[in-house]
Nanobody, 115 residues
Framework: QAQLVESGGGLVQPGGSLRLSCVPS????????IAWHRQAPGKQRELVAG???????NLLDSVKGRFTISIDSAKNTVYLQMDKLKPEDTAVYYC?????????WGQGTQVTVSA
């Protein structure tokens, strides 16, 4: 099975921006849904943003208006654009891709928002 490789995390000041990328090690076919989840220390993993290939999108209330999920189908790459970052956005972010028969998870990338 393909491996998902995330990148783009790091340390950013409050109000700053980051763009996370998720690239499969090989082409993934029959994608039905893509998503980004996050897990902060001591907290449960939560869905941040999800998008179906039919176009429906859902966002965690606290990131609406700040985060955008997208996919470049030609590159088979999933993105999470994060703007106006807040300290409470600090977490490990995980890419998640669903197909008709399988669910892929990335290893996670750390995002730290701090002055």
């Amino acid at each position: 099975q393909a491996q998902l490789v995330e990148s783009g995390g790091g340390l950013v000041q409050p109000g700053g921006s980051l763009r996370l990328s998720c690239v499969p090690s090989e082409k993934i076919f029959d994608i039905t849904n893509i998503a980004w989840h996050r897990q902060a220390p001591g907290k449960q993993r939560e869905l941040v943003a999800g998008m179906s290939t039919t176009g429906g999108t859902n966002l965690l209330d606290s990131v609406k208006g700040r985060f955008t999920i997208s996919i470049d189908s030609a590159k088979n790459t999933v993105y999470l654009q994060m703007d106006k970052l807040k300290p409470e956005d600090t977490a490990v972010y995980y890419c998640n891709i669903h197909t008709l028969t399988y669910e892929y998870w990335g290893q996670g990338t750390q995002v730290t928002v701090s002055a």
